[in-house]
């Protein structure tokens, strides 16, 4: 697994600690017992109807139910960090998506797939027909709640590991996946149309939330 510098060469944005320990708990303790359900995706851009759906051959995850209350602090949080990713990635960034909370089980995962535009590797071209809100977003980021461990630990995941593909430009690297270590309180920015994967958890259970820039 890399470390955090060499994602960072490869022009990710990565804050660590971007929540104090004490907030990631809270949150955590939030989670663990909040209700959830199926998370959905889009079918491929090439089919007539665009309607997000259950797919459990590409996803498995479950999007939580949170208070108003919750969402809105971490979007708060979230919106200082706007000027500094604007200059990071050279972009005017004009807002922000309302984040969501997921919680990945044993078994979850998420198949490659982008956030924004979907491209095929290599080719990264805006089909007119894709939804609004995926053509606003222009960053994403992941924020990490609990660890990913090698052996099975309180609090803490085993596999699930944040893949990415695509950080470096010759095409034999294009598929090439980047496995990303997964911190409590690590924060990591991306531009939407970047793939990834998160591969499927083998104990414990993942927590992470996300959010949109656009």
Same mark, same amino acid.
């Given at each position: 697994?890399?470390? !955090?510098?060499?994602?960072?060469?490869?022009?990710?944005?990565?804050?660590?600690?971007?929540?104090?320990?004490?907030?990631?708990? %809270?949150?955590?303790?939030?989670?663990?017992?909040?209700?959830?359900?199926?998370?959905? $995706?889009?079918?491929?851009? %090439?089919?007539?109807?665009?309607?997000?759906? $259950?797919?459990?051959?590409?996803?498995?995850?479950?999007?939580?139910?949170?208070?108003?209350? *919750?969402?809105?602090?971490?979007?708060?949080?979230?919106?200082?960090?706007?000027?500094?990713?604007?200059?990071?990635?050279?972009? =005017?960034?004009?807002?922000?998506?309302?984040?969501? /909370?997921?919680?990945?089980?044993?078994?979850? /995962? /998420?198949?490659?797939?982008?956030?924004? !535009?979907?491209?095929?590797?290599?080719?990264?071209?805006?089909?007119?027909?894709?939804?609004?809100?995926?053509? =606003?977003?222009?960053?994403?980021?992941? !924020?990490?709640?609990? =660890?990913?461990?090698?052996?099975?630990?309180?609090?803490?995941?085993?596999?699930?590991?944040?893949? /990415?593909?695509?950080?470096? %430009?010759?095409?034999?690297?294009?598929?090439?996946?980047?496995?990303?270590?997964?911190?409590?309180?690590?924060? $990591?920015?991306?531009?939407?149309?970047?793939?990834?994967?998160?591969?499927?958890?083998?104990?414990? =259970?993942?927590?992470?939330? $996300?959010?949109?820039? *656009?």
């Amino acid at each position: 697994m890399l470390s !955090l510098d060499l994602f960072r060469q490869l022009g990710l944005f990565i804050q660590p600690n971007f929540l104090d320990h004490r907030s990631c708990i %809270d949150l955590l303790t939030k989670l663990q017992t909040a209700d959830g359900q199926p998370a959905l $995706v889009l079918p491929r851009q %090439d089919r007539q109807i665009l309607t997000a759906q $259950v797919d459990p051959y590409h996803r498995q995850t479950e999007q939580l139910q949170v208070p108003s209350t *919750t969402t809105d602090w971490i979007t708060a949080q979230l919106r200082q960090l706007q000027p500094t990713l604007a200059r990071h990635f050279n972009l =005017e960034l004009t807002g922000i998506q309302n984040p969501l /909370f997921y919680r990945y089980s044993q078994g979850s /995962f /998420f198949g490659a797939h982008c956030d924004g !535009l979907r491209p095929t590797f290599g080719h990264r071209t805006l089909q007119s027909d894709a939804p609004s809100f995926l053509q =606003e977003r222009q960053i994403s980021v992941i !924020l990490f709640l609990n =660890e990913q461990t090698p052996d099975p630990q309180p609090r803490c995941y085993c596999g699930g590991s944040l893949v /990415f593909y695509g950080l470096i %430009d010759p095409s034999q690297w294009q598929t090439h996946g980047f496995p990303f270590p997964g911190q409590p309180g690590l924060l $990591v920015a991306f531009r939407s149309d970047l793939w990834h994967e998160v591969q499927a958890v083998t104990a414990g =259970e993942r927590y992470t939330l $996300v959010s949109w820039y *656009t």
